[in-house]
């Protein structure tokens, strides 16, 4: 088992929408987590970290946390076609030593 | 504020020989980690060094190794280079050690071995 996994995508959406990514892991003793952009040749740039349950909110952008199901989400409000890209969650967990575990990424594709 | 810097952006190598990659961390960071993304493999973590010292190592062969500058630069060497060594070789950095930290990745340096 993974211990975070993605759907691959690609998801696809129309400009405007909101696209939903989803994230699970497997370390119940996880603290931070982390929502990471990548265009495709590009390094990861970070767009939202959380690390208490519920909803964050930063711009279009809104991540949400749920430890008890150990499911962290990114929500993305009038997607637009610059928004395409990979996704990548990380996850610092429980005695990980400071280092992030990767999600696969999902890739996701806003259509004009 | 300038951000995470690597170099060089790209190098090829021969199997069997060695790579050298360096990497700037954002100025007020101590700690730097190298990750490897190798296509169809996401991205996994190598190494992390923090004032200097070795704090943790992913699932790599000895191969991999690495040091930390007192300037908190740091190199990433691999030895005996092996196809599959062909991947973009991601630095990021943070401040410290809290579990709040945020990892800032450079641009990578992309890694042909052939």
């Known amino acids: 088992q993974k211990e975070v996994e993605q759907n691959s995508g690609p998801l696809s959406v129309p400009e405007g929408a909101i696209a939903s990514l989803n994230c699970t892991y497997s370390d119940r003793g996880s603290q931070s987590f982390f929502w990471y952009r990548q265009y495709s040749g590009k390094s990861p740039e970070l767009i939202m970290s959380?690390?208490?349950?519920g909803d964050k909110e930063d711009g279009r952008f809104t991540a949400q946390l749920n430890k008890a199901s150990q499911y962290v989400s990114l929500l993305i409000r009038d997607s637009q076609p610059s928004d395409s890209a990979t996704y990548l969650c990380?996850?610092?967990?429980?005695?990980?030593?400071?280092?992030?575990?990767f999600g696969g990424g999902t890739r996701l594709m806003v259509k004009p | 504020e300038a951000g995470v810097t690597q170099s060089p952006t790209h190098l090829i190598k021969t199997r069997g020989q060695q790579a050298t990659l360096r990497c700037s961390p954002i100025s007020g960071h101590t700690s730097v980690y190298w990750y490897q993304q190798a296509l169809g493999l996401g991205l996994q973590f190598l190494l992390w060094y923090d004032e200097g010292e070795e704090r943790n190592r992913g699932n790599f062969p000895p191969r991999f190794s690495g040091r930390q500058f007192p300037n908190y630069s740091s190199e990433l060497n691999v030895n005996a280079l092996e196809l599959e060594d062909s991947a973009l070789y991601l630095c990021?950095?943070?401040?410290?050690?809290?579990?709040?930290?945020?990892?800032?990745f450079g641009p990578g340096t992309r890694l042909l071995v052939l």
């Open positions: 990380a996850v610092k967990g429980n005695n990980a030593g400071n280092m992030l575990t």
């Open positions: 990021a950095s943070s401040r410290g050690l809290g579990d709040q930290e945020t990892q800032y």
């Open positions: 959380i690390y208490s349950n």
